[in-house]
């Protein structure tokens, strides 16, 4: 069976410093693995995704993810926050192209 | 046009009413998706199309819920007897294909408010 958890339901970080968000997955085979990202009244981004390529995925907007197998992770992080980054953050598995998993949502607050 | 439209956007209904949401796919993809996120919740899985085909409804939570594309591009989901538990953004995403290498884009969702 496929799950997502996020460990984080709430992270605040101040503007210029760096970002983690953070996603275990639970996967029988080899899972995708996204970020999306969903603004306030606003329909879910792609930010960025892994599908067996290389584990250090790049995104848009500077965000990048690192697939660890061994660690059953796919943690998110930015080096530098903006402001126009506050937002709630899903990340997703799949096996099965047709059926997205959703973890439950990380909402990031950016202080200025 | 250019990305997944759905109708209405917001959409208040009284209990025991049905409710039809509407979903506009990006010209030419084959894949199209429902989901439903309540409120402070991922979305969870509704259905999947491809093309006209209904090829998994495992995610719709009662027969109350029904889906169809009749023409394998724009689809509608219909809620019927409406509870306050259906209460919830409906989402409508589509793709090129099944492929994992493609990017499922998805709208800016339904909001249902059962009353």
């Known amino acids: 069976a496929q799950s997502v958890t996020q460990l984080d339901s709430h992270v605040s970080v101040s503007e210029g410093t760096p970002v983690l968000l953070r996603c275990n997955y639970s996967?029988?085979?080899?899972?995708?693995l996204f970020w999306y990202v969903q603004h306030p009244n606003k329909g879910l981004q792609l930010l960025l995704k892994?599908?067996?390529?290389?584990?250090l995925v790049k995104g848009i907007n500077g965000f990048e993810a690192e697939f660890k197998k061994s660690e059953t992770s796919f943690h998110l992080t930015k080096p530098s926050a903006h402001m126009s980054d506050a937002a709630e953050y899903f990340c997703?598995?799949?096996?099965?192209?047709?059926?997205?998993?959703f973890g439950s949502g990380t909402k990031l607050n950016v202080k200025p | 046009g250019a990305g997944v439209s759905q109708s209405p956007r917001y959409k208040v209904a009284k209990r025991g009413q049905d409710v039809a949401l509407r979903c506009d796919p990006i010209?030419?993809?084959?894949?199209l998706f429902w989901y439903q996120q309540a409120l402070g919740q991922g979305p969870e899985f509704l259905t999947y199309?491809?093309?006209?085909?209904?090829?998994?409804k495992s995610g719709l939570p009662s027969d109350r819920f029904f889906a169809e594309r009749p023409e394998g591009s724009v689809s509608t989901l219909k809620i019927q007897r409406t509870q306050q538990e259906d209460s919830a953004v409906y989402l409508c995403?589509?793709?090129?294909?099944?492929?994992?290498?493609?990017?499922?884009?998805f709208g800016e969702g339904s909001w249902l408010t059962v009353v």
């Open positions: 995403a589509s793709s090129l294909g099944p492929g994992n290498g493609n990017t499922i884009y």
């Open positions: 996967s029988s085979y080899s899972p995708s």
């Open positions: 892994y599908t067996s390529a290389a584990t």
């Open positions: 997703v598995v799949t096996e099965v192209f047709n059926k997205f998993y």
């Open positions: 010209s030419g993809h084959v894949s």
């Open positions: 199309f491809q093309n006209e085909a209904q090829l998994d």
